[in-house]
């Protein structure tokens, strides 16, 4: 079957790898002119099954009413007169009661294991470098309160078969010494030693030029400017896209079968096709430090709870990820936020890198209010999707790109994770049910 995947980000790039090995002919399109170069160019770096809780819990209401208008504030909603915005922000409410958290970590919690295993064996037959750290992922608080309330998250992993493991504040520094300078101010942490760390740039795009090897043709500088149907009802179907390449040329490309992984640009590619997404980008902040002295910088990947942000060491570059900011799709770089980072940085670990010379960026996280991505069918027969993987996207992109990769090729995933528009008689009545997500 000859399969064109919309978009070479993690998820795209993966599900391109997976098609391949299942035998199908596959064209990848992307506007930039090489692999990951949006979104998955230089996020936090963590492999994070254990952090599954989504931003949408029952604190989430509260603390954002005291974030409203705070510069610095962990995640901001900048209101626009922005009707999906607003939708959006009431369906993120929604998503904040006790039952449906529990509902949604446990839909991450299960991609996010089985994309964890996926990744290691991709990693182990592929042997591409990437700056990768099994070393686990150490989450520090310096806020007795916070710690507090992180004792039941903690406990619901395990539950859940995470090994993340509430830890004092001497464990902590024993386990990254390069803390040691903060001990004083940090009352606990917690540790789960499976999760791992790497740069989802290196990998992506060292996955793509595997994918080119074997065959997968990349058609780089190509935005899809438009999808194309035919028919009604259950005859609904894709019959190509039209992509425009760098020099304006139009063309239309044909294929049997289409996966979106367009990341925060997949509702506006789909809603012309009636197909309306619950997604909207979350931009997010990271700065890139040069390390100095190897010894003081820590090797671990770390969450610093109180200032959010995630901390992973990439051989000699120390990533330091996050925030986020509700306020459509824009990535200009907000000094202030900016400049918190190397501030807290510098403040933790102050001669271990170059903070002079910083790298900052800004991306676009692909959020649905739950943070669950949509993976699985639409209503057009052949129309597959895999996006809104928000803030772990390189935690599930390679799980994900295995299922719809199954999925595509009319198998059932070997993962227990609600995928869009499947019902059990889908697949084979051997097969456990399957359940529906819409
Ligand atoms: C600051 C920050 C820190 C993060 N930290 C982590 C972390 O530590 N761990 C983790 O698991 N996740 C993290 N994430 C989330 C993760 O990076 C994303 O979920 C992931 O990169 C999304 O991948 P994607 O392939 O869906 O999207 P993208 O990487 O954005 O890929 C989509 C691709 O589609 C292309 N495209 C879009 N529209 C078109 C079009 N019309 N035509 C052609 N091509 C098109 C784009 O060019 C892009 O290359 C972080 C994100 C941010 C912003």
Known sequence: MKVIVLGAGIVGTASAWFLQKAGHEVIVVERQPGAALETSFANGGQISVSHAEPWANPAAP??????????????LFRLRPDLLQ????????????????????????NIAEYSRQTLQAVRAETG???????????????????????LPAAALMRELGCPRET????????????LARIRSKIVGGDFTATDESGDVYKFTSGLAARCAEAGVDFRYNHSVTRILSEGTGPAARITGIEVIDAHGRHQRLQADSFVLATGSFSAELLRPLGISLMLYPGKGYSATYQVRQPTLAP????????YKLVISRLGD?????????INGYT??????????????????????CDYENPVY??????????????????KYANLFLNTGHGTLGWTMGCGSGRAIADIVSGHRPDVDFAFTGITRRDYSPTIASVPVRS
């Open 299 to 306: 090797q671990v990947s770390l969450t610093d709870d109180g």
């Open 361 to 378: 960026w800004t991306g676009l996280r692909p959020l649905t209010p739950s943070n669950v991505p949509y993976i699985g069918r639409t």
């Open 317 to 325: 570059r120390l990533r330091v990820a996050g925030t986020c900011e």
């Open 128 to 150: 591409i470098d990437y700056d990768c750290e099994t070393r686990g992922i150490l989450h520090f608080y310096t806020d007795e309160d916070e710690f507090r309330h992180s």
């Open 167 to 178: 830890i004092s504040a001497d464990e902590v520094v024993r386990i990254e010494p390069a």
């Open 62 to 75: 509260k603390k954002l009413l005291q974030w409203l208008g705070r510069e610095d504030a962990p995640l």
């Open 86 to 109: 607003w939708r959006w922000g009431l369906a993120f409410l929604r998503e904040c009661t006790p039952a449906r958290t529990a509902h949604n970590i446990r839909q991450i919690v």
């Open 331 to 352: 990535r200009e770089l907000n000094p202030v936020r900016c400049e918190a980072i190397t501030r807290r940085t510098r403040e933790l670990f102050p001669d271990a």
